[in-house]
């Protein structure tokens, strides 16, 4: 079967390759992949800049957003032939550590966890897959390949699920929410936070074109200046950029008692000045918190599910903005103006 393959950490080494079916060590079910999304983890392995082989192999099969159709289940699984189903991207580690031991594994304490597609186990990018029931989501089936955003939008159940957690240490009533980035976490962050009520900002540098227009179908606001200037004090900010301005803009501009939550990853090496006694004052006067959020356990997938089966399928669509087939899965990485998600179709739906 065919396979989209690169050697991490590795740049320019991605091929299409042929590879062998997938180990029935993998896992009972047999999977067809229709589509699978591209993100910035997948633009920094197939730059050489991240990502592992399976242990023994120099190849590293990519993808982690996937949406597939079940081929083959065991009876008793859970899973029937055709289901519309997304794989979990992490695994716990096999100590396992005080977090993996009770599924929490998007915490891993020692590192050892591995995640399809990205760190020493292949990824969904291949024509067919196979996988255990308990790291397998089912979408709702009018989803229909609209579910390849399950991933990313397990990782936005995840932030949600920290700042909430964080703001009921105390009453909890938020009312306001600011949104760093108009990309698909950001969108995907937005699309959560009216849906909870919030009166939400979201903050971009693209002035015109698909973003705003999506954030203001939401409900919505948009803006491209500061935090300071979108939304005074919001009670909580998700940072969806990692540009380092913005990060340090969203700890010094949180309201009083508000949570700030940073899912976006930076690539460093840059140095900024910062009133560090300044910030620190503000945030231990105020209570404020900030926290980092990365991957999802099952929990998190199977909120995100919830939240694409209730979302209006048009404005879901509009985010999934450019297809491109298996044998051009190079023209996914050539960004274009109108890019939101982008995504390699690997079958007919
Ligand atoms: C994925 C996460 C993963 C992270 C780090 C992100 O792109 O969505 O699941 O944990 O990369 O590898």
Not at 18 to 43: F, K, Q, R
Not at 63 to 75: K, M
Not at 236 to 255: F, N, P, R, W, Y
Request: glycine share 10%; charged share 25%.
């Amino acid at each position: 079967m065919r396979a989209l393959t690169v050697i991490p950490m590795s740049a320019n080494t991605a091929e299409l390759s042929d590879v062998p079916e997938p180990p029935g060590s993998d896992g009972p079910i047999l999977v067809e992949t229709l589509t699978v999304g591209i993100c910035g983890t997948d633009a920094e392995i197939l730059g050489g800049d991240y990502g592992w082989a399976p242990p023994g192999k120099e190849r590293l099969v990519l993808g982690h957003e996937s949406l597939g159709r079940v081929l083959e289940a065991p009876d008793g699984s859970g899973f029937a032939k055709g289901d519309l189903v997304v794989g979990i991207v992490r695994r716990p580690d096999p100590v396992p550590c005080s977090n993996c031991a009770v599924l929490e594994w998007d915490f891993c304490r020692n590192g050892l966890y591995t995640e399809r597609g990205i760190k020493q186990h292949d990824g969904y990018l291949s024509e067919r897959y196979r996988i255990t029931p308990e790291f397998l989501v089912k979408v709702d089936v009018s989803l229909g390949t609209l579910g390849v955003l399950l991933e990313p939008t397990s990782v936005v159940a995840k932030a949600w699920e920290q700042i909430d957690r964080i703001g009921t240490r105390a009453h909890w009533e938020p009312r306001t929410a600011v949104i760093t980035g108009a990309g698909p976490i950001g969108l995907l962050a937005a699309l959560m936070a009216v849906e909870r009520g919030l009166e939400t900002h979201v903050i971009d540098q693209v002035a015109t074109g698909v973003k705003p227009d999506l954030v203001r179908a939401l409900g919505a606001r948009y803006h491209t200046g500061s935090i300071e200037d979108a939304c005074p004090n919001p009670d909580a900010i998700v940072e969806c950029t990692g540009v380092d301005s913005l990060v340090l803009d969203a700890m010094e501009h949180i309201g009083p008692s508000g949570v700030v939550c940073l899912t976006g990853v930076s690539s460093g090496g840059r140095s900024v000045r910062i009133d560090a006694g300044t910030l620190n004052r503000s945030i231990v006067l105020e209570n404020q918190s900030v926290v980092g959020s990365v991957n999802a356990n099952r929990r998190h997938y199977e909120v995100g599910a919830a939240v694409l089966a209730a979302a209006d399928r048009s404005w879901l669509d509009r985010v999934v903005s450019r297809r491109v087939p298996l044998e051009r899965w190079a023209d996914a990485l050539d960004r274009q103006e109108a890019d939101v998600k982008v995504v390699v179709e690997v079958a007919a739906e």
